[in-house]
């Protein structure tokens, strides 16, 4: 008789777990007060004082600099446009390469194109999933400009080798944050370790304003590009007095009173939210490190991972099935939460590696890589990073069974389904034979 719910068996579990909701009264409160006051935001376009912003957007940005240690955080409608804004002030133009992460949201390795540079991609680490220095040192040519590296699923680079390249190549370090709000590199929170960081506040990660994001420098001169950026800067290029216009054309990259009301009040939940993340994990991985063939995130040092998601690799020769069935089986065993219904909570790989995707395939751009100011030469031909597409297609899944607001019972539900999986493994392989 079959034991495993793939096959026909009962589940350990079919009520939906609880879904993620970081909303509550006091946000609800801080939005009807801005609603009360008429003023929904308050940026112009122009020099003068409402340049920065209304009132709430400016407290929001000088709550984000003092949780964070940062010089500077301004604030922008999105981690993308943050990403945008951090090459443009950068001084990226035609002809100039960016190192990029192929195992990331496509913004990630976008925002070079944005203005005409050429995004290059390293391959990443095997034991945490971000950029490998050894990878990145191998693609630099006199072309090279900036590093943009992702603090991927909410587990920080490997910053120390990272910035001493940067150093040693006069290159600019871009964090793409967004994953990982308070994670630590050997007690430096990221974000604020390179040049410029990026922090997202879209409605999945640990905490939002519904769509939002927050840029972090300690830089003056990046600073005042940033704000240009965000905000029009050519028209006020001339009032202000600034001497190199280059790139400082700008945007409307701005964010609302009301989205910094709800992100003033949620900042201050993100230290409890981390903490129990962090919890919840260390519960879950006590038992599935027990499990054979299971391999959990590995962290550097005294550093600290905030998982954003938890990344587990899959070793097929151990259970003998394909990754694909193992997780089927689990599916089947568990369900989604609240609010995800149809999604499932679990899945292999993350995002297919980015220089894939028909944009690099197809060199589907009219700069960029097809400039003629461009005098390198790209490959985003499958097999330019082998370690990235041996985790993507066969080794990594992720899970969101870990995030606050699950109970002991909820997170041992997770536990037995995994170990009912995998002590019933014989199962999945009797299917595989028949089929």
Known sequence: MAKLAINGGTPVRTNLFPGYNTIGEEEKKAVMKVLDSGNLSQFLGAWHKDFFGGPTVQQFEKDWATAFGSKYAISVNSNTSGLFTAIGALGLKPGDEVIVSPYSMSASALAPIIYGAVPVFADVNYDNFGLNPESIESKITPRTKAILIVHIFGNPAKMDEIMAIAKKHNLYVIEDAAQAPMAAYKDKLVGTIG?????????????????????????????????????????????????????????????????????????????????????????????????????????????????????????????????????????????????????????????????????????????????????????YSKGICPVVEKLHYEELFTHEYIKPGLSKQDLDDVIDGFKKVAENVNELKEVALEA
């Open 195 to 379: 040049d410029v960081g990026i922090f997202s506040l879209n409605y999945h990660k640990h905490i939002h304003t519904g769509e939002g994001g927050v840029i972090t420098t300690n830089n003056d001169d990046l600073a005042e590009r940033i704000y240009m950026i965000r905000n029009h800067g050519e028209n006020i290029v001339e009032p202000k007095g600034v001497k190199d216009p280059f790139n400082t054309f700008g945007y409307n990259y701005r964010m609302t009173e009301m989205e910094a009301a709800v992100g003033i009040e949620q900042l201050k939940k993100l230290p409890s939210l981390i903490e129990e993340r962090i919890k919840n994990v260390n519960y879950l991985s006590s038992e599935l490190s027990k499990i054979e063939g299971l391999t959990l995130p590995k962290i550097e040092g005294n550093s600290r991972h905030v998982y954003y998601l938890h990344a587990i690799k899959f070793n097929k020769e151990v259970f003998e099935v394909d990754r694909t069935t193992f997780l089927n089986a689990i599916k089947a065993e568990l369900p989604s939460s609240v609010g995800r219904e149809d999604t499932p909570l679990i899945a292999g790989g993350y995002v297919r590696p980015l220089y894939l995707a028909p944009l690099y395939q197809q060199r589907a751009t009219h700069c960029s890589f097809n400039c003629e100011k461009y005098k390198g030469s790209v490959d």
